[in-house]
């Protein structure tokens, strides 16, 4: 019965009542209420199609935006209105593809009088991160009665945003070492040859003869160690996984969660004043410190996992003294993860596996995260959790 009682039935339904009616009984009122209701009916039809052929949509070529997740759009739409009578309520519905799936994001304006409308922000929020481009923009207006929908569509827009993640705070938690770095802030003190001298003291049983200074020993009546003074940085390499797929689009999701974490931790030690390099998939080569990282892990794909592959690089690339962060998803299986950490170079440095969860994790999720950090820990690599 509802489907028959449209908007549309009961105007013509009551529109011929009226006719027949006034045929009928020859009445002056009944006419009046016929031509009355039948104009109102035809603007119900025409006012919407009306509107919208007055109105003139433009976007701004080329626009490319940078935003964080849950930051408002202002996407360029410029919406012109060229006639001298406004239009009213007209929805604005904008299209976006990216993360795997299309998300849609509409907007009513009260009224659009002559003139421009600049830089229309949206209230859409992307809330997860990644790389979206803009599909389609569509007006759309059922003004005043709602009879029939006029639509307008701008073909071919040309609009991307890259949707930066939003960085949750994680520390470091291991003692920091220092790397070999003649350009580093840190001064330290070793046995190796250095251009410039450090202090001398007493030989030790074991010591290398090498290292002794003859003219000091001569001078001093005893064997005299010198040491030399070299410049060292502290320096962390941080390793993060691709998200499964799906985890695509997903906020909550423990792969996009890791992600987080992850620029997390290289903020807070940039802070610091430690060098960072930050492996991500997909990038010829790692991440230098803070700049260019929020817009390299929001181009992350959802995929296979890389980890091996990831870890087996920092392996060949990393030094003494240096640290390595991996950053996993507390859904990534301890077998997979064992095998990639077994190149025997991860052995001669610091290395720590951070778990990270979904936000809101339920409790089937915290004993799989508890059982990969078990894992970790029993091999000998340290780990901890993390969760939001």
């Given at each position: ?55 003139r949509v433009k976007l701004e070529a080329g626009r490319y935006l940078e935003v964080n997740e849950g930051a408002p759009l202002a996407i360029g739409i410029l919406i012109e209105n060229v006639s001298r009578w406004p239009s009213f309520m007209v ?230 003294g240096e640290q390595v962060a991996v950053v996993v998803s507390a859904a990534t299986r301890p077998e997979l993860l064992l095998a990639a950490l077994a190149p025997p170079r991860l052995r001669t440095v610091r290395v720590a596996v951070c778990v ?33």
């Amino acid at each position: 019965m509802e489907r028959w009682l449209s908007k549309a039935r009961v105007l013509i339904g009551l529109s011929a009542v009226l006719l027949i009616a006034a045929l009928n009984r020859q009445d002056p009122m009944l006419y009046r209420m016929f031509l009355f209701l039948a104009t109102l009916s035809a603007l119900g039809y025409a006012l919407p199609w009306l509107s919208l052929r007055s109105l003139r949509v433009k976007l701004e070529a080329g626009r490319y935006l940078e935003v964080n997740e849950g930051a408002p759009l202002a996407i360029g739409i410029l919406i012109e209105n060229v006639s001298r009578w406004p239009s009213f309520m007209v929805e604005v519905r904008t299209e976006w593809t990216g993360s795997g799936h299309t998300l849609v994001a509409s907007e009513t304006l009260g009224v659009i009088r002559r003139g421009r409308v600049p830089d229309l922000a949206h209230g859409m929020k992307l809330e997860c991160r990644g790389e979206y481009v803009l599909t389609a923009v569509r007006l759309g207006s059922g003004f005043p009665l709602g009879l029939t929908r006029a639509t307008l569509t701008l073909e071919r827009p040309d609009a991307r945003v890259l949707v930066l993640p939003r960085p949750l705070a994680t520390q470091w938690p291991l003692p920091w070492d220092t790397a070999e770095d003649h350009r580093g802030e840190l001064t330290t003190r070793r046995l190796g040859q250095s251009l410039e001298p450090g202090i001398l003291r007493p030989y030790e049983h074991g010591e290398p003869v090498g290292r002794v200074s003859w003219g000091a020993s001569a001078r001093a009546g005893e064997l005299i160690i010198q040491h030399y003074q070299q410049q060292g940085a502290r320096r962390l390499r941080v390793v993060v996984d691709r998200p499964p797929k799906a985890d695509a689009g997903d906020t909550d999701s423990a792969g996009e969660q890791a992600i987080r974490h992850a620029a997390g931790l290289v903020l807070a030690c940039v802070q610091q004043g430690v060098q960072t390099f930050t492996h991500a998939p997909d990038q010829a080569e790692p991440v230098r410190n803070a700049a260019p990282l929020l817009p390299a892990l929001a181009r992350v794909r959802t995929g296979e996992s890389a980890l091996a592959a990831q870890l087996a690089r920092v392996a060949g690339e990393v030094k003494a003294g240096e640290q390595v962060a991996v950053v996993v998803s507390a859904a990534t299986r301890p077998e997979l993860l064992l095998a990639a950490l077994a190149p025997p170079r991860l052995r001669t440095v610091r290395v720590a596996v951070c778990v990270v969860t979904r936000r809101r994790a339920a409790p089937p999720e915290w004993v799989q995260a508890r059982a990969l950090q078990d894992a970790l820990t029993g091999a000998g690599w340290p780990a901890w959790t993390e969760a939001s």
